[in-house]
């Protein structure tokens, strides 16, 4: 009889792990190769609102205010009054967005134009997190709105710039409301301001050692951060139309024990602090248009000075 010649069982199932461990093995620097991919298009997101930014500058004499209102509760302002913008709608013609600009009607506020701040802006977004607003997310968003959201905001300040209220629903005051002595307090006011737009001039701390952008993290109820931060401190607010916290952050670093609230620095879990799902830090856009990449394990101090426009502070980003 001819012998039949085949894999016996131990065989194949040794085989089979071998396949699995190489697997295991491989799928890490998949990951790896991915979030490498996505880091690089968030960097250009970044650098590409940076730009426009300096367009708005240049076309103006001045950067973007952080947002038109007529009032300090900006998100009231933008719900029942006649303002309520943010910086980031008056970029939009730099952005390749002019249409979308144009169809801005500057006499109402934002929710009267909600057929254009409901528009998702694939530049607003970082493909580490997400590419639009998540069912999870909408809670976050003005009026519970379920687009237009954003994962880049404008470093207002490196004091506490809004006050944190009792409940994070559109309408209340958590974030919606400014902390005006903070947000334009002397040597830690950042580079936008309520209503005000600064000059290059103002930057006296040098454009290479100032941030102007940063992601942002997106914190929701179901995180569990409030158990650490009450008053609603540990929820974000989202969308790129209106003013306020929902696209901007600070940099203010709990060191005189006067707010207990913000522990300063990256992924901290505060809702005015900046963040991303990158590992390890989140990505920056400094005045002068470069990106660079902050680790989350910043000293809090050196990242409350980067903030500050012209606090005097000698503040490098380290490398």
Same mark, same amino acid.
């Given at each position: 009889?001819?012998?039949?010649?085949?894999?016996?069982?131990?065989? *194949?199932?040794?085989?089979?792990?071998?396949?699995?461990? +190489?697997?295991?093995?491989?799928?890490?620097?998949?990951?790896?190769? &991915?979030?490498?991919?996505?880091?690089?298009?968030?960097?250009?997101?970044? &650098?590409?609102?940076?730009? #426009? @930014?300096?367009?708005?500058?240049?076309?103006?004499?001045?950067?973007?205010?952080?947002?038109?209102?007529?009032?300090?509760?900006?998100?009231?302002?933008?719900?029942?009054?006649?303002?309520?913008?943010?910086?980031?709608?008056?970029?939009?013609?730099?952005?390749?967005?002019?249409?979308?600009?144009? #169809?801005?009607?500057? %006499?109402?506020?934002?929710?009267?134009?909600?057929?254009?701040?409901?528009?998702?802006?694939?530049?607003? /977004?970082?493909?580490?997190?997400?590419?639009?607003? &998540?069912?999870?997310?909408? %809670?976050?968003?003005?009026?519970?709105?379920?687009?237009?959201?954003?994962?880049?905001? $404008?470093?207002? $300040?490196?004091?506490?710039? /809004?006050?944190?209220? %009792?409940?994070?629903?559109?309408?209340?005051?958590?974030?919606?409301?400014?902390?005006?002595?903070?947000?334009?307090?002397?040597?830690?006011?950042?580079?936008?301001?309520?209503?005000?737009?600064?000059?290059?001039?103002?930057?006296?701390?040098?454009?290479?050692?100032?941030?102007?952008?940063?992601?942002?993290?997106?914190?929701? +109820?179901?995180?569990?951060?409030?158990?650490?931060?009450?008053?609603?401190? !540990?929820? %974000?607010?989202?969308?790129?139309?209106?003013?306020?916290?929902?696209?901007?952050?600070?940099?203010? $670093?709990?060191?005189?024990? *006067?707010?207990?609230?913000?522990?300063?620095?990256?992924?901290?879990?505060?809702?005015?602090?900046?963040?991303?799902?990158?590992?390890? !830090?989140?990505?920056?856009? *400094?005045?002068?248009?470069?990106?660079?990449?902050?680790?989350?394990?910043?000293?809090? +101090? +050196?990242?409350?000075? @980067?903030?500050?426009?012209?606090?005097?502070?000698? $503040?490098?980003?380290?490398?």
């Amino acid at each position: 009889m001819r012998k039949r010649i085949a894999f016996t069982l131990v065989e *194949l199932l040794v085989v089979i792990a071998i396949i699995g461990i +190489l697997i295991a093995l491989l799928l890490p620097a998949v990951q790896s190769a &991915r979030e490498a991919a996505r880091r690089v298009q968030c960097t250009n997101n970044l &650098r590409q609102v940076g730009l #426009a @930014l300096h367009g708005y500058a240049n076309a103006h004499g001045v950067f973007p205010p952080n947002a038109i209102s007529s009032n300090a509760n900006i998100w009231s302002v933008a719900e029942s009054g006649n303002s309520g913008q943010s910086w980031m709608l008056l970029t939009l013609p730099f952005l390749e967005q002019q249409n979308l600009y144009d #169809a801005w009607d500057f %006499s109402k506020n934002v929710k009267a134009n909600q057929a254009v701040a409901q528009r998702d802006v694939s530049g607003f /977004y970082c493909p580490s997190l997400r590419g639009e607003v &998540r069912p999870q997310d909408v %809670s976050m968003m003005f009026l519970q709105w379920t687009a237009g959201g954003t994962d880049y905001g $404008a470093c207002a $300040a490196a004091t506490n710039t /809004y006050h944190n209220g %009792s409940t994070p629903v559109a309408g209340n005051a958590c974030g919606h409301s400014m902390n005006p002595s903070g947000f334009d307090a002397p040597g830690r006011a950042g580079m936008f301001l309520l209503n005000k737009g600064i000059a290059w001039a103002n930057i006296k701390d040098g454009a290479s050692n100032t941030l102007m952008l940063g992601e942002l993290q997106r914190l929701r +109820l179901d995180d569990g951060a409030e158990a650490t931060f009450p008053n609603c401190a !540990g929820h %974000s607010h989202d969308g790129w139309a209106v003013g306020g916290v929902s696209n901007t952050f600070n940099t203010h $670093a709990n060191l005189d024990g *006067l707010d207990y609230h913000n522990p300063g620095g990256i992924n901290n879990g505060f809702f005015e602090s900046a963040g991303s799902e990158h590992p390890g !830090g989140a990505m920056f856009c *400094l005045a002068d248009g470069s990106v660079r990449f902050i680790n989350e394990n910043v000293d809090t +101090l +050196l990242f409350q000075y @980067l903030g500050s426009r012209a606090g005097g502070e000698a $503040a490098q980003i380290p490398n």
